[in-house]
């Protein structure tokens, strides 16, 4: 067991350290071939320094003696004027582990801050003057008042969701239908010019379109009988549709005939039925 106890020896290669600064542990095992040692890693505590890197030799074999070395690089934040270190050595021996320290090194520390005479100090004067001091932008305040109002208005919005969603629908169908007006009284009037039957197909299939989207249900693709059906035999879009069939697919329509006008306000005015049955129900 004697032996085993100076198994391994560490120093450091300078004598004095400042504070922060890297100091390097030499730790070296001079030990029979046939015994097995482990040096420390950079899990092992090594205050009061703190480990930085470590480097290392091989093991060397020469006349029957194994030499193990390994350089750690250390610093201390320790204010103490000397210093000590003992590192634990692993030696294995059959199923035997035993954990031996090495011999305490000490390194000094060199102090950097010069020390004043006493009687240099200067007398103090007391001094209850304000002084100014630049105004700084108040940030956390900010953010809370910032994240208070997110939550208001996160508040807010949950509890007129449903009011703020039908205030948006409503403003859609008001612009919707304000566009299809817009859109219809163009093809008239260019039919109205030109006595065109392609002009007042658009002018229908503008029609079909926006009930289309004001009911959510498609007309589009629907016959005549199919959309007076749906609308449950509404005199006047049985009265329009039917004269527009008439004249577009059954050749009846002269340029001077005036049969036709009334088509179009019928439309209209159904439109505009539709239009307002949707408000009221989208009001409710």
């Known amino acids: 067991m004697a032996q085993l106890e100076s198994v391994a020896q ?5 004598a004095s350290v400042r504070v922060g600064e890297i100091i390097e542990y030499e730790l ?3 030990h029979a071939p046939a015994l097995e040692i482990i040096f420390p890693d950079s899990a092992t505590s090594f205050a009061p320094f703190e480990y930085v890197s470590r480097r290392y030799r091989p093991t060397r074999t020469r006349e029957g003696r194994s030499l193990d070395q390994a350089v750690y690089r250390l610093r201390t934040f320790s204010l103490d ?13 059959g199923r035997d582990t035993l954990l031996l320290p090495t011999p305490p090194a000490q390194v000094r520390l060199q102090p ?33 008042g910032l994240a208070v109002l997110l939550l208001l208005a996160g508040g807010l919005v949950l509890g007129f969701r449903q009011r703020l ?13 304000a566009y299809f007006l817009a859109q219809y009284a163009r093809h008239v009037e260019r039919f109205t010019l030109s006595r065109s039957l392609t002009n ?27 959309i007076v059906a749906r609308y449950h ?12 069939d008439r004249v577009i697919y059954g050749n009846q329509f002269s340029e001077e005939d005036a049969e036709t006008d009334p088509i179009f306000d019928l439309l209209r005015q159904f439109a505009e039925r539709q239009y307002a049955v949707v408000m009221t129900q989208e009001g409710e």
Do not use: C
């Open 233 to 244: 035999h509404d005199p006047a879009v049985q009265q329009a549709l039917t004269l527009a």
């Open 200 to 226: 007042m197909e658009r002018a229908i299939t503008l029609w079909k379109n926006y009930l289309s989207a004001l009911t959510n249900f498609n007309i589009t693709s629907l016959t005549t009988r199919e």
């Open 10 to 14: 560490g120093r450091f290669r300078k």
């Open 81 to 93: 004027s000397v210093q000590t270190l003992s590192v634990p050595v692993t030696v294995l021996r």
């Open 165 to 177: 969603r039908r205030r948006y629908r409503r403003y859609r169908l008001r612009k919707n239908h």
């Open 28 to 30: 070296t095992s001079d």
């Open 112 to 144: 950097t801050a010069p020390v004043a005479a006493p009687a240099g100090l200067p007398a103090l004067r007391q001094n209850l003057q304000l002084r100014p001091v630049a105004q700084r932008f108040n940030y956390p305040y900010w953010l809370a």
